[in-house]
């Protein structure tokens, strides 16, 4: 176990669904992130959170919005998404934004039909 | 939390022998290097680290080196065990930075 848990670990969603993406950190950190893994690309960034305000927002479509409550916890909200959104989401966590080791999550499998 | 049937680079190599996994970077400004491994079922672990004012670096079974001349990084596992099986990322960071990049990963398939 890494301290970092996503949920849930599946999900299969219609493009006009809206779903979220939950992830929750039990290191301390202070920092969050998310990336995508698709067949096609490596790991992409998406989102960075340090001290709960968003650093970074990697040109992620809109359809995808992330929600940081506190350093402990990361949502994904995600709606009307595309087939090609369909991929493994990915949660992080490092002691801080500028820190190097990342702790990851599961991820989280996605199917958009 | 494996790669999505990514068409990754494949090594396989019989279990008790030494691998060698390669990466090659792109930044000439990184000076922080990581390598991760990713089973299935899991998302990626932190493996070894090595800054760039060196050129080695040992852990355990692992040892990165780390050739800044041709931008160039590679992992050897000693005594390749069928746990070590798994798809194997390289990432490079700028120190101060919030960016990690993510090489396109290698798989390893360990032989019994």
């Known amino acids: 176990e890494t301290g970092v848990t996503q949920t849930p670990r599946h999900l299969v969603m219609g493009m006009t669904n809206k779903k979220s993406l939950k992830c929750e950190q039990h290191l301390g950190h202070n920092a969050m992130y998310w990336y995508k893994q698709s067949a096609k690309k490596p790991l992409e960034l998406m989102f960075v959170y340090n001290f709960k305000e968003q650093t970074e927002n990697n040109s992620v479509p809109s359809r995808f919005s992330p929600e940081c409550p506190n350093s402990s916890h990361l949502f994904l909200h995600l709606h009307t998404l595309q087939p090609e959104d369909s991929a493994l989401y990915l949660c992080?966590?490092?002691?801080?934004?500028?820190?190097?080791?990342?702790?990851f999550g599961p991820g989280t499998r996605l199917t958009v039909t | 939390g494996e790669s999505v049937g990514l068409h990754l680079p494949t090594l396989s190599v019989q279990e008790g022998d030494n691998s060698i996994i390669n990466c090659a970077y792109s930044?000439?400004?990184?000076?922080?290097f990581i390598w991760y491994k990713q089973e299935s079922g899991k998302g990626p672990q932190f493996i070894i680290d090595?800054?760039?004012?060196?050129d080695k670096r040992q852990g355990q079974r692992v040892t990165v080196l780390l050739n800044k001349t041709v931008k160039h990084l590679s992992l050897q596992i000693a005594a390749t065990q069928p746990g070590d099986s798994a798809v194997y990322f390289c990432?490079?960071?700028?120190?101060?930075?919030?960016?990690?990049?993510f090489g396109a990963g290698t798989r390893l398939f360990v032989k019994a």
């Open positions: 992080a966590s490092s002691q801080e934004e500028r820190g190097n080791e990342q702790y």
């Open positions: 090595i800054r760039s004012n060196m």
């Open positions: 930044n000439s400004a990184s000076d922080y």
């Open positions: 990432a490079e960071k700028e120190t101060g930075g919030f960016k990690t990049i």
